[in-house]
């Protein structure tokens, strides 16, 4: 399996894969496709084969890892992230993106060089709506959506901070990889998805430029 | 900052789609359901089978149940009120469950009237039997509907007709006029504004789970087939004989429901599956799914 780095040379429209194992995976698709691309929905390891992309959405991370586990999905993607892949992750994909999760051992792709509250703002009653401000998107605030969200606590020093709410980091890119403690699927704003589109474009003159993709490689947990 | 909104009700919901939310009475099945991957517990005092068994009044869970489970667990944990009963709903929420299910399982409280759900921070699921229920259920403030099924049954008849039954009148609306839909309306004694919005949108405004008598993965996978976006099991997993194993083959079979070779792997030497009831030995008059109004 190898990440077609040569993709956006031709014209063929970029397909973006979304984990669909369990949660939003069809309000990113949807998304995604607004947004102008080609979706896909991933649940083995054959369905990552030939996507420029992978979207990790909302849902409980918990459920999702120990599918990643069964289904042997952990190594294929820390591998195509290697090789240059690009990763979004939101909520529950943040925490599988990041390096640890506080106070757990649940299996997690540790990708990023983030570390991970989870349920950091609380249970469900205290899950919330507020306009959040991202300098990298310009313009307007973005409808935060949290819900039992988590945040990052701390993250290494290749990690840019995009915006912050009540001073937790709730939104991170690190190279090629995007993350949101919040759920840009569950609005009608493309804003998000448009800048993970754009690292598409931007990110591979890196590779091709010889620089190594970041790949935090956790001890094994699967 | 906003809380409690309806977005962010039904936002929960959305992430639990695709998986599988689990019966539990202590802790120690609590930390069971979350390994095998359920997405959410759902706390109780017994499980429908043994309330069905009982008989008697079946009321909330008591509050040390539910805070012993909370501590076990990381995924959402749910817990049961009784139709109309918005006093343990006020209970429930201020033990910051993540979701109350006014639940025909519980005794009903009210024979007329289900609890106001919009006078709640905390997200409700409630039960249907027909799209007008869950209609109505939605226009008192449900973020979540369930299909009602026959809970504690293991027989799965009673889940599929009331998907098959919420889809197929969701398609009926789809095929109608304007002016036909005020008089749906009244049949289906829903608010006009939520039929117009089914009609145009040919689905529930909420995420649709599927409840009440499933058993094994296969039943799981079916009800998704059928249009479930998610199911609850109850009694099926801890009244089985291997649990821990049931619970991973519904969850698998739950995310895979469209893969033959999946789902014929997963259902493998499950050991026994709980024993089943056939509805017509129940009898109407012992029938829950008849709860609710």
């Not at chain 1, 310009?138 to 959506?145: H, L, Q």
């Amino acid at each position: 399996m190898s990440y077609n780095l040569f993709v956006r040379q031709s014209s063929r429209k970029p397909t973006i894969g979304v984990l669909a194992l369990q949660g939003a995976f069809r309000e990113h698709g949807r998304a995604l496709v607004k947004a102008g691309v080609t979706a896909r929905q991933v649940r083995r390891r054959s369905e990552l084969e030939g996507i420029d992309g992978l979207v990790i959405p909302g849902g409980e991370s918990t459920t999702i890892g120990k599918l990643m586990v069964s289904y042997h999905l952990l190594q294929p993607v820390r591998e195509l992230a290697a090789a240059g892949m690009l990763v979004f992750g939101t909520c529950a994909g943040l925490v599988m993106l990041a390096r640890e999760v506080i106070e757990d051992d649940q299996p997690l792709l540790g990708l990023m060089d983030i570390k991970v509250r989870r349920n950091a703002f609380g249970r469900q009653v205290k899950s919330f709506e507020a306009p959040l401000e991202v300098p990298a998107l310009g313009g307007e605030p973005f409808p935060g959506i949290f819900i039992r969200a988590p945040w990052i606590e701390s993250a290494g020093p290749m990690v840019e901070i995009l915006a912050k709410f009540e001073g937790h980091p709730v939104a991170a890119r690190q190279d090629r990889l995007l993350v949101t403690a919040f759920h840009p699927e569950l609005t009608d704003d493309l804003r998000l998805h448009q800048l993970f589109l754009e690292m598409l474009a931007g990110g591979e003159i890196k590779i091709l430029e010889g620089q190594k993709a970041t790949g935090f490689q956790k001890k094994a947990p699967s | 900052m906003k809380i409690g909104t309806m977005t962010v009700k039904t936002g929960l919901a959305e992430m639990l789609k695709g998986g599988v939310i689990m019966d539990v009475t202590n802790a120690e099945q609590a930390k069971i359901a979350e390994e095998a991957g359920a997405c959410a517990v759902m706390a109780l005092e017994r499980v429908p089978s043994d309330i069905r068994a009982a008989g008697g009044v079946a009321r909330m869970a008591d509050p040390e149940k539910i805070r012993e489970i909370q501590e076990t667990v990381s995924i959402p944990v749910m817990a049961k009120a009784r139709i109309g009963h918005f006093v343990e709903a006020q209970i429930l929420e201020a033990l910051e469950v993540d979701y109350i299910d006014e639940s025909e399982v519980l005794t009903p409280a009210d024979e007329s009237n289900h609890i106001n759900k919009w006078n709640f921070k905390v997200p409700f699921v409630c039960g249907a039997i027909n799209l007008g229920e869950a209609l109505r259920r939605i226009s008192e403030g449900a973020a979540m509907i369930r299909t009602k099924g026959e809970a504690g049954t293991g027989n799965v008849v009673e889940a599929v007709r009331h998907m098959r039954t919420i889809t197929s009148e969701i398609r009926q609306l789809a095929g109608m006029d304007g002016d036909e839909l005020f008089k749906a309306a009244k049949e289906l004694r829903a608010p006009i504004e939520l039929v117009q919005w089914v009609a145009q949108n040919g689905k529930l405004p909420v995420v649709n789970f599927s409840a009440g008598g499933l058993a094994t993965p296969a039943d799981a996978a079916l009800m998704m087939q059928l249009g479930a976006e998610g199911v609850f099991v109850g009694s099926g997993i801890f009244k089985s004989a291997d649990p821990a194993a049931r619970g991973k083959a519904i969850v698998e079979a739950t995310t895979h429901f469209n893969d033959q070779q999946i789902l014929a792997k997963v259902s493998t030497g499950l050991k026994e599956a709980m024993a089943g009831l056939d509805i017509k030995e129940i009898g109407e008059e012992n029938l829950i799914q008849y709860r609710g109004w």
